[in-house]
């Protein structure tokens, strides 16, 4: 065993961690679950199942409206998520959080909030060739209706975001820049601190898609200097439909709001309503209470635990599968990044992404196949759909083993 | 080497179309085609046929598919030789039964059985309808048809 520099984080005691997500220890089609689709949606520990489980059988009420006990005690377990994550994200305050139902909705809040009605004909929007879906289409959805135009920066074959290009297409004329913060295809890990630098040199607001960056290592939003940050909680351990965008406050208070209802308003008269300051204006209706508490737990759990640790643990597993996936003959992985996360794009030879993952599930294997939202990308690398194989850190090199075992005995299947 | 469970999916009779998929290719002379996509999975297939007296004489296929797709188009087309539109309808009916798990086995079917597999997989099922929709869409005169709009 090699020596480990003092200043790294003490290893994981993974079987211990496993032993926190009661779902892995299920069999499918008579296997044990290696479950490797963590960039799709991760497992949820005990604690997030539990507080789920005590808020409906113990606090259920609605929020930020009943002045009996249980109202109290659901706003406060609610509004204590928007404390939590706000720190987990080095937030200069509690109110830049906007509550959302993932990093969808967060994206399209300000698409149709702040950026529809300040952006002109001929103006531009700037993103990259790795965005997902979600970072794309509200985006052209904005130039459809402005008649703005969307602008895509390169990336190379390597899967690597060519930052000078990116800079190049931050015009004036750029009302907004977006980018993905980690790949969920490729596993990138873009500098999102140096684009912000120069997107703020430039006057340009830049928004960071963030959903693949949290679960696997610590964000920093001041230090990152963008200024949207959109987020969700299902793929860091936390509920589905629960989610955030982190905005700096002199944009959110200058944003009409999005939905109107109860819970975003001051006054209402028939002669006009006034809003309630971010971030109640931009969360109209009742919220995703018990979610939002599930993803206090989620955000105790990563602490517990300590993102230094998830990210070496991830790294570790990312290098071990790496290099046993490199030795199956006829495997290319797509997007070999120097800064990656655990994440693993491939196809062998011929064989078609949907029968290999069909296959892999055979063996209790779970990973996705397909275009993981994410068509201009597959377009650049001429390829329909690939393997993923996203990992998280409860996962072992044992399951790696058996993953890069299966996968040869699928491709001699399909061979 | 280890069998694979639960690999009825992937039985030998399917692989053996996957591997060696009949009537691949193009078709000189064709009468009708059609270019079928499912974009779900971005693959796309295109069916040339020849038909003469309403009959279906010669049906070539060919595009990037997946092995559920590529062995569902081998099998078709060696079933529907000398077929109408009429019997190609009539056989389409009882497939999407097999699919759905409603139906154990269907005689008419011939080798396409294998796919009755699917009813586990419902999220593959439209890489076996792909070719059905391409070839009836050829059938019928339509140039393209999608798994998603058909």
């Keep these: 065993m090699s020596a480990r520099p003092s200043d790294l984080p003490a290893p994981l005691d993974v079987a211990r961690i496993r032993a926190d997500f009661p779902l892995l220890a299920r069999t499918v089609n008579g296997k044990p679950l290696v479950y490797f689709d963590n960039a799709n949606t991760s497992q949820k520990p005990q604690a997030v199942i539990d507080a789920v489980d005590d808020f409906y059988r113990r606090h259920n009420a609605n929020v930020s409206r009943a002045v009996h006990t249980l109202g109290e005690e659901a706003t406060s377990a609610y509004e204590g998520t928007r404390d939590k994550l706000a720190r987990f994200i080095n937030a200069p305050s509690r109110d830049e959080i906007v509550f959302t139902s993932g990093t969808t909705q967060a994206i399209n809040l300000v698409a149709y909030s702040y950026l529809l009605p300040r952006i002109q004909p001929g103006d531009e929007i700037v993103v990259t060739t790795m965005e997902h879906h979600a970072n794309i289409v509200p985006w052209q959805i904005v130039c459809e209706r402005s008649g703005a135009k969307l602008k895509v920066a390169p990336i190379t074959e390597q899967g690597e975001l060519i930052v000078e290009n990116f800079v190049e297409l931050l015009t004036p004329r750029v009302r907004l820049a977006g980018v993905v913060h980690v790949s969920n295809v490729l596993g990138t890990v873009n500098p999102v601190a140096e684009l912000a630098r120069a997107a703020r040199k430039r006057g340009i607001p830049l928004l960071v898609d963030g959903s693949q960056a949290l679960p696997h290592m610590p964000v920093d939003v001041r230090a990152l200097g963008c200024d949207f940050y959109a987020l969700t909680g299902h793929k860091m351990f936390g509920p589905t439909g629960t989610g955030a965008l982190w905005a700096r406050k002199e944009l959110l208070r200058d944003m009409p709001p999005f939905f109107g209802g109860g819970e975003m308003i001051r006054e209402v008269r028939f002669e006009g309503t006034t809003f309630a300051d971010p971030p109640h204006r931009f969360e109209a209706g009742t919220p995703n209470i018990a979610g939002f508490v599930g993803l206090g737990a989620a955000i105790d759990y990563m602490e517990s635990i300590g993102r230094d640790r998830i990210a070496a643990a991830e790294r570790d597993l990312l290098d071990y599968a790496t290099a046993a996936l490199k030795t199956v003959p006829g495997l290319r992985i797509f997007g070999e990044a120097k800064h990656k996360a655990a994440v693993i794009s491939f196809l062998i030879e011929d064989a078609h992404a949907h029968d290999l993952a069909t296959l892999l599930d055979h063996e209790g294997i779970a990973v996705r196949s397909g275009h993981h939202c994410a068509h201009p990308l597959m377009r650049f690398y001429g390829v329909p759909a690939t393997v993923r194989a996203s990992l998280s850190f409860y996962n072992t090199r044992e399951e790696v083993d058996r993953f890069v075992e299966a996968i040869g005995r699928v491709r001699k299947l399909l061979g | ?150």
Aim: hydrophobic content about 40%; some cysteine; glycine content about 10%.
């Design chain 2, 1 to 150: 080497m280890k069998p694979m469970s639960a690999a009825n999916l992937y039985q030998q009779l399917v692989l053996d179309h996957y591997r060696h998929p009949r009537n691949r290719g193009e078709l000189a002379g064709w009468t009708h085609a059609a270019d079928g996509v499912n974009p779900l999975c971005g693959d796309a297939l295109r069916i040339e046929l020849r038909c003469a007296d309403g009959r279906i004489v010669g049906m070539r296929f060919s595009g990037q598919a997946c092995a559920i797709t590529t062995a569902t188009a081998s099998m078709l087309s060696e079933l529907v030789q000398g077929r109408g539109a009429d019997d190609v309808a009539t056989l389409h009916a009882p497939f999407g039964r097999l699919l759905n798990g409603d139906l154990g086995e269907d005689l008419s079917l011939g080798p396409l059985n294998a796919m009755r597999e699917l009813h586990r997989h419902p999220s593959r099922r439209k890489c076996a309808e792909l070719p059905w929709a391409t070839l009836r869409a050829a059938l019928a005169g339509t140039a393209r048809v999608s798994t998603e709009t058909a």
